[in-house]
């Protein structure tokens, strides 16, 4: 909006600047010794604009979308009743460990943005470690947290390549794959042990283990 009626761009233009942005972000590379993450998503932002509109971005514009866009983005991160029951139900039998890959200060944001940290016995966010998932390192150290071995362990998450694969590299008792959005892998992905189309449907799988 502000893009529309501070700066006058025509609804068209907005949106493209907004694909744009997405664009970029999805293909983003964060190295923290180079860049802050406030200030590479600033770049992109510019880039975004002058892709469409041409000419010297105005910083100040560039600054606005992305803090714009990020309190917008931290607003919408809740947990739903039904994640969080399931999440306090398994913490009452099981140790439960949240595992992100990540630039540290975006990802402590969204957790404490949906408020999830009373749910886990412990936190690690990949960007504060050696290595990120799907390498063995990171897995180990999160077993060692919990303080139980690979094959008591059991991974839940939603990407393949590194969710999954990193539990398969790590030897875990399980890998459960949540595939919201029905799609079909490539033949070359990382196979789990298990696929859910949901997280409603985590509760009746664990009782088969």
């Known amino acids: 909006k502000i893009l529309q009626y501070e700066y006058y761009y025509t609804e068209s233009e907005a949106d493209m600047v907004c ?4 664009a970029k972000l999805r293909k983003e590379c964060f190295d923290p010794s180079k860049i802050s993450i406030t200030n590479l998503r600033i770049q992109h932002w510019k880039g975004a604009i002058q892709e469409v509109k041409g000419g010297t971005v105005n910083q100040k514009l560039a600054r606005e979308c ?4 990020k309190t ?8 739903t009743e039904e ?5 306090r139900d398994l913490k009452k039998v099981v140790p439960l460990l949240l595992l992100t890959n990540g630039d540290t200060e975006t990802q402590r ?3 404490e943005a949906c408020a999830c940290q009373e749910f886990f016995d412990a936190i690690v966010v990949g960007g504060e470690q050696k ?3 799907p390498s063995l390192s ?6 060692k947290l919990l303080g139980v071995q690979p094959e008591d362990c059991v991974m ?5 390549d590194t969710d999954i694969q990193g539990g398969l590299n790590a030897g875990l008792k399980a890998t459960i794959w949540i595939n919201k959005t029905g799609i079909v892998p490539k033949e070359i992905s990382p196979v789990p042990h298990y696929t859910i189309s949901s997280l409603l449907e985590l509760p009746g799988l664990l009782v088969t283990f």
């Open 83 to 87: 994640t969080r029951k399931i999440l």
């Open 66 to 69: 992305y803090f714009l866009w």
């Open 19 to 22: 694909d744009k942005f997405q």
């Open 72 to 79: 917008a983005r931290l607003k919408h991160l809740t947990l």
């Open 131 to 133: 290595e990120e998932k």
């Open 109 to 111: 944001e969204k957790i």
């Open 156 to 160: 839940i998450g939603d990407s393949l």
């Open 138 to 143: 990171i897995f180990l150290h999160c077993c």
